[in-house]
């Protein structure tokens, strides 16, 4: 763990992490970072499996209305005869 | 027409009533604002109520939107706030996102740090791997799971959650940090068990 005392490593530093894998810091910072990341094998894994949750979290299937569903909203509403009949769910 | 004038003769047909437009206007939102209520609310049934709810409102309220946000925006507030009526009268601690600054995830630093990253990729797309990041994004702390949901999974702009949520775009940004750190802490537990597990 990089101990230097130019990096605490708190909730501040941990956001700004997050905000580093977004290219959403301003360059000094981005720098800081990166010579940090480079001592620090802790904030790495912190890096590194942010990433992963990212890249799972972007991979789940959205949840999907069901065509019974949908049928129950349109009814509900004193819609259901401008009810699409093309079969999407 | 562009976006705008569309949504514009929407608007002015939703608030003469024309039913037609109503219709339009469920065709168009009803997927976000049930993927949004989904996340939020612990089954479908509930979820379909907070649908349902958000468009009997909305249609009443017509009258009363103000165009600063776009329809769409103004429907996933109204959503998130049905659901956060329903979630209240269950939990009756719960707080809404703005009530709170510290948006329950406590001081959010790591105490997970076993690195997951390199296991092996079937064991990322598992059902349960799936189910248990479901399971982590619904138990989010709730000062940040709307913001996560809107920001996140719905694609909404920062500027477009902060008016959803009434928060500022600093505030959205913040705790869009923070539900990341807090799910990536949740998941470190659960694939770290899994590799122990394993041996």
Not at chain 1, 23 to 45: K, N, T, Y
Not at chain 2, 53 to 78: C, N, P, Q, V
Not at chain 2, 158 to 170: C, K, R
Request: aromatic residues 6%; hydrophobic residues 40%.
């Amino acid at each position: 763990v990089d101990d230097s005392p130019d990096i605490k490593h708190d909730r501040q530093f941990l956001t700004e992490l997050s905000a580093y894998l977004d290219g959403d810091v301003p360059d000094e910072l981005r720098l800081l970072i990166e010579q940090h990341l480079a001592r620090c094998s802790d904030c790495r894994v912190v890096v590194d499996t942010l990433r992963q949750t990212v890249t799972l979290y972007e991979r789940l299937p959205a949840p999907r209305l069901s065509a019974r569903a949908r049928e129950r909203l349109y009814q509900s509403l004193s819609l259901e005869k401008f009810l699409p009949r093309d079969g999407r769910a | 027409m562009t976006d705008v004038n569309s949504e514009q003769a929407l608007l002015a047909r939703l608030r003469a009533g024309d039913k037609a437009a109503c219709a339009e206007c469920v065709e168009q939102h009803s997927a976000g604002v049930y993927r949004l209520a989904r996340r939020l609310m612990k089954d479908e049934a509930e979820a379909e109520d907070v649908v349902q709810e958000t468009f009997l409102s909305a249609f009443k309220a017509i009258d009363r939107f103000d165009g600063r946000s776009t329809l769409g925006t103004w429907l996933y507030r109204i959503a998130h706030n049905a659901a956060l009526m329903r979630l209240r009268a269950g939990r009756p601690e719960t707080v809404s996102v703005e009530e709170t600054d510290d948006a329950g995830d406590g001081a959010a630093l790591p105490r997970q740090l076993f690195d997951w990253c390199c296991l092996p990729e079937q064991d990322f797309d598992t059902a349960e791997a799936r189910a248990e990041l479901e399971r982590a994004i619904r138990d989010l702390p709730q000062g940040l799971r709307a913001v996560f949901l809107l920001r996140q999974m719905e694609g909404l702009s920062t500027e477009a959650t902060a008016a959803a949520l009434e928060l500022s775009p600093d505030n959205v940004k913040q705790r869009l940090h923070r539900a990341r750190l807090w799910l990536r802490e949740r998941l470190s537990g659960y694939f770290s068990e899994l590799a122990h597990t394993r041996g």
